[in-house]
């Protein structure tokens, strides 16, 4: 049975966490699932903005199931657990669309690191942010102590992650890491709305720069751009037919 359900409603995308009774908790096949959503969506020509949603009234979700990883070996913890994690949550970090996190409750861990994955955070009054995995004697592994870096200052995630203490909506927007709204959801729907009369190809574009410039799968982000720019070209449609039609390429520089 599937606990991250992926939505499309025209342009709008909505991927939810149903795991309500583990307060959303992340599991192995969760992340599975997340993947393969995050593959439909970036195939998916018509879809402009995603939003990442939860179920239940307790908890966005409160980090990693720890049933999934808590008798793991320590070679297979981090080359499976961690490192697969951390790469399908990077997938989720560089969708070419828009993405909102609907925090409706709190985000502790892993699920923390997973709303820190999109380009806008909408938080209830009462949610509430921490890295609590000290307090079963790991760290963070999915970003906690290295994307959050970009989105807080230090000395917030170190009071997370060394002293245990959460970090509130209030102070959360203070900081700039998120909107409050007493319905989050209804808030993001209507930021999305707004957002798509943009376009689409602009947003792209400058999600690719943002990330570049601030060191997000930089790489990447480079390539894709210069991929974007000579994609467009004659000399490109040039090379595919030259190599079709078994010739030497006429490039003109165009």
């Not at 793991?72 to 790469?87: I, K, M, N, Q, Y």
Request: proline content about 4%; aromatic content about 4%.
């Amino acid at each position: 049975m599937s606990a991250i359900h992926l939505a499309i409603d025209g342009a709008m995308a909505r991927i939810t966490l149903d795991n309500p009774s583990k307060l959303n908790a992340l599991t192995v096949q969760m992340l599975g699932q997340l993947e393969d959503a995050c593959a439909t969506l970036e195939r998916d020509p018509l879809v402009r903005i995603v939003l990442i949603t939860a179920e239940g009234e307790r908890a966005f979700c409160a980090g990693a199931d720890i049933s999934g990883w808590g008798g793991l070996s320590p070679t297979d913890f981090a080359r499976h657990w961690v490192r697969e994690g951390h790469r399908i949550l990077d997938r989720l970090a560089g969708l070419s669309k828009p993405t909102i996190a609907v925090l409706q409750a709190h985000a502790f861990g892993g699920g923390l690191e997973l709303a820190a994955c999109a380009d806008l955070r909408i938080m209830a009054p009462g949610a509430t942010l921490a890295l609590p995995e000290a307090q079963v004697g790991i760290v963070p592994g999915w970003g906690g102590n290295t994307r959050l870096l970009r989105l807080l200052p230090e000395a917030v995630v170190k009071d997370m992650a060394l002293f245990g203490r959460r970090v509130s909506a209030e102070k959360a927007q203070a900081l700039g890491f998120a909107e409050v709204a007493d319905n989050p959801l209804a808030t993001a729907v209507a930021i999305a709305k707004e957002a798509m009369k943009a376009s689409p190809r602009a947003h792209e574009v400058a999600k690719y720069q943002i990330h570049a410039a601030v060191g997000e799968d930089r790489n990447a982000m480079i390539e894709a751009l210069g991929g974007g720019m000579v994609g467009a070209t004659e000399d490109k449609a040039e090379g595919v037919s030259a190599f079709a039609e078994k010739r030497s390429p006429d490039f003109r520089g165009t």
